[in-house]
């Protein structure tokens, strides 16, 4: 078997790869080692008094950005 090259792949790729090959422990080890790379964006604090104001609005750029990456 050839050896797969998984920093040559997008995270979206190596996401697919792994849900089709379930049994690559090294292809999992890739992907988790992937998003744990990427830096945690804090919306909120627990005691922020503007707490469900700014999740909300998270969820509205989120769902926007998804709706735009899906027209295009």
Known sequence: MSQIN????SK???KQYFLKHR??????QAYLDRINQ?????IA???DPD???KVQAAIRRKL????????Q
């Open 23 to 28: 049994e690559d422990q090294d292809a999992l």
């Open 64 to 71: 926007e950005a998804a709706r735009n990456k899906s027209s």
């Open 38 to 42: 990427r830096p945690l964006k804090i």
């Open 6 to 9: 998984y920093d040559s792949m």
């Open 51 to 53: 707490f469900d104001q």
């Open 12 to 14: 979206n790729e190596l």
């Open 45 to 47: 604090s627990p005691d």
